[in-house]
């Protein structure tokens, strides 16, 4: 028996699908076979039931699978405690991050990387709220910046940053001369912002409300909004983020209201009852130490 043999055994029974975990392990399917089929014949007992490529676990291997899950993460805390005592914040964290912190997130790891002189390696991939949660709840991701859900209590949600809600519109538009616009005098206007079924989309919703305003929800960020706007008579309601940068006909407008009603939060999530990592532990507390905005 070998640390890997344990390693493809965990990964096979909680995918319990030869094919999809050899492609997670980066082994082939015969060699994954292979493996457990030696660590079966070692041990004198089945530890699945195969059905084709699916692979359920019998009796004896879920009773397996908690002593070796234990015995995994007592040794990833060794490796961690090696390393913390040494300085080497090595490893790898993978973030789940909604898109407008495309600009936000890199410069923060840059320096946390520069100021911890760090060898992490980061793994980014952008995504909705509802996915990045699901993925940080199925511990896909170590960390998620995303908007807040409410009935998730087994999860961290830190505010970070907010994002100012402005006006977007063509420069050619009749609003164009205004450096700031009240929500009342715009119902005249057809407004088109995110699609409600994103929390973003839920928070313009709720800042429109108190006014009677109708808009048309329907697009997923900054860019598909900009564009829109670029070639019509339009009005956006975006957060101001950097994508909007890339538009030189667009008139960016401030709303006329305190900034503490026109914002939407970004949090940093993680699991309570999660095992993190070195890095990821680390990372978490320079984000909040250092990178926390609210």
Known sequence: MNLNQL??????????????????????QPTLSGSISSLEEELGI??????????????????????????????????????????NIAGSIDIGCV??????????????????????KFNIFTNVTSEIVQGIKSEKYDIGFCSFLE??????????????????????????????????????YSLITYRDNLSIGKSVKKLLKPFGLRATYAFDDEVAIGGIMSSTDKVGIVAHTPYLLQF???????????????????????????????????????????????
Request: a positive charge; charged letters at 25%.
């Open 7 to 28: 390693y493809y055994f965990k990964k096979l029974a909680e995918l319990q699908h030869f094919t999809k975990a050899a492609q997670e392990l980066y082994i082939t």
């Open 46 to 87: 089945k530890l699945f039931v195969k059905n084709g490529r699916n692979a359920k676990l019998t009796k004896y291997g879920k009773q397996f699978y908690h002593y070796v899950c234990a015995s995994l993460n007592e040794l990833e805390k060794g490796i961690d405690y090696v390393k913390k005592e040494t300085g």
């Open 99 to 120: 898109p407008t912190l495309y600009n936000f997130l890199p410069k923060a790891i840059n320096r946390f990387l520069k100021t911890l002189n760090a060898k992490t």
């Open 151 to 188: 009935n998730e209590p087994d999860l961290e949600f830190i505010p970070i940053i907010s994002q100012e809600f402005i006006l977007i519109v063509n420069v050619n538009h009749t609003l164009a001369k205004e450096k700031f616009v009240n929500l009342k005098d715009i119902h005249n």
């Open 248 to 294: 030189h006909n667009l008139k960016l407008i401030k709303l006329d209201m305190p900034s503490k009603f026109n914002a939407h939060i970004v949090y940093m999530c993680y699991g309570k009852k999660h095992y993190h990592t070195i890095p990821v532990k680390t990372f978490i507390s320079y984000i909040i130490k250092k990178e926390k905005k609210l």
